[in-house]
Each structure stands twice: as C-alpha cells, then as structure tokens.
C-alpha cells in the first residue's frame, strides 16, 4: 500500500478538488503510528545516522562526533537571525572545500577535528572530555534568536565559555573568506556560521514500526531508516504510480495541495486502484476503492 505523508493541513496552501474533499471526509480516520519504536525522536542518534548515509562509518571513533552545519545569520532588533541553513545556500562543492582549509586551521587550535563530506553538512571530532551534552539541532534555531540557543543557556561556566569561543573564533575565519565575498557579489547569503549540535548521546537502533520502503527528500528522516536497516531512498516526481510495493512517501515539503493533488495523490489514486493511506500530521486516512461510492449511501 502507498502511504503519502503531508504536512499539516494548516501549512498547506490553496485546496484540495471536490473529489478529493468528499474522499477525505468519507475515508476512515485513525491515529498514525509513530514510524519508529524504541527511541524518542528527541533521542535519535541522528548524527552518527546521517554520517552513516553520507560516508560509512564513523571516522576517528575515539572521538565524540557533532554535526556542524554551514548556516547564514544576520543581526536584527533582537540579536542575532538565522535565516538558512545546509541545502537552502547552495553551496557548491568547490566553496566547500576552500572553506574547509581555513576552518580546519581553526579547529586544530581548539584540539578538533573537521570531516565535511557534502556542502550541505559537516562533522565535528571532539575529545569526550568536551562533548556537547545538549544543543539545539538547526532547524530548531532556523528564524529564531541565535544567542537563545547558545550552549549553556545563560550559564557562564567553563564549558559554555569554551564552546562559546569556539563559534566564534569559526565565524571570524568565515566573515572575510573570498568565499563570502564572493557570494556577497552574486547576492548570495554569506556563509557566516558552523552551528554545532548533537541531539543525543545514544546510539541505540531503533525498530521500523512499518517495513515499506521509504522516499523522502528529508536527510535525517531517511538517514534514521537506513539506520534501523530500513530501505530508503530519494523521492522522484511521479514514483508513487509506477511502485508496486508498500512505500512510504514523504510530502511534506509540498504545501501546495494542487501540486499535491496533480503529481501524488491522483497517480497514486490510480496506481492503488483507489486503496491508499493519506497522512495529515498526527492522522490517517484511509481511503478505499467503496469510498468513492458512499456518497449514495444515506
């Protein structure tokens, strides 16, 4: 069976067809599963999974590893705005690698190591005896008041101060590179940050509450699949029609509901017969060929 998983309805824009109304309020309706079991997502090992999926296995690993994501910010009334992150600047491969140089200067200062495989994220070695307990993943910091987010909160100790020095030590190797200028030139947000964050220390496995394959454009949900032995992949336009196995499709990122309707929920439709799961946040609905008929039934 085909399962779409859309954003919530609140996030979409436009609207559905008539056709498609009356199947979502004739479908029946039940609370969607959790996609994995055993972990929290708050506990998910997503660094050590989306390492995985980038370049094998973990390099160094008498080191503690964080993720470290290129991001743009930009000052403001309040302090300090993230406007994007990894994918959303665009880095080309060759800014990529002219950044690393100057930023593995810095970080051996600090007794730290840089891999950054792709231009969309990096990772950072640290000695245990460092290690970041607790930090904001990026997109939880997207939009929002970078100085909320700092390590240690409004603690001064030691360790914040530490962590603290090394952002900025970072962000001053950043702010005059020819990659900025560059990019400044061109009208491009200038890389200005390597936000460093590890969501938990754990790296348990946890059990695939469903084994269709997984499509999604979402790195670390696909990264977390491929990491509980799951079979994901990249989703492609149209797939849903020519797929004859159970697969999850992750469309959250389509907020449009006539994009919606035109490329994936009438192919599958077609493709399923009419037999289909349609996930909107925390439900489903699960539409079958006899729901198109129940409108004659009173």
């Not at 109304?21 to 998910?44: C, I, K, M, T």
């Not at 061109?186 to 269709?212: D, E, Q, T």
């Amino acid at each position: 069976m085909i399962t779409l998983l859309l954003a919530e309805l609140s996030e979409l824009h436009g609207s559905f067809s008539d056709a498609w109304r009356l199947r979502f309020a004739r479908a029946s309706q039940v609370e969607a599963p959790s996609l994995f079991s055993g972990l929290n997502e708050s506990e998910w090992p997503l660094v050590e999974a989306t390492y995985r999926l980038d370049h094998g296995e973990l390099a160094s690993p008498d080191l503690v590893w964080l993720r470290l994501d290129p991001a743009s910010v930009v000052p403001d009334m309040n302090g300090v705005v993230m406007l994007g992150f990894g994918h959303m600047l665009n880095i080309s491969d060759s800014e990529r690698v002219s950044l690393l140089a100057s930023l593995q200067s810095v970080l051996d200062e600090h007794g730290m190591v840089l891999h950054w495989p792709l231009p969309d994220r990096a990772y950072l070695g640290v000695p245990s005896s460092r290690a970041l307990t607790s930090f904001t993943p990026t997109w939880d910091v997207l939009g929002e008041d970078l100085l909320e987010h700092f390590p240690g909160g409004e603690t001064r100790d030691e360790a914040s101060r530490s962590w603290r020095s090394v952002i900025n030590d970072l962000q001053i190797a950043l702010h005059d590179h020819p990659v900025n200028e560059a990019r400044r030139r061109r009208g491009a947000h200038a890389i200005n940050l390597m936000w460093p964050w590890r969501s938990s220390s754990a790296a348990s496995v946890p059990k695939l509450n469903s084994r269709a394959m997984l499509m999604s454009p979402n790195d670390e949900l696909k990264a977390m699949w491929d990491w509980a032995d799951g079979d994901a992949m990249m989703r492609t336009d149209a797939a849903a029609a020519s797929l004859d196995t159970d697969v999850l499709i992750d469309l959250r990122d389509v907020t449009r509901c006539a994009s919606l309707e035109r490329d994936w929920l009438d192919p599958s439709f077609e493709a399923t017969k009419g037999k289909l799961n349609v996930q909107f946040g925390g439900t489903v609905f699960q539409i079958r060929p006899t729901d198109r008929f129940k409108f004659w039934i009173k």
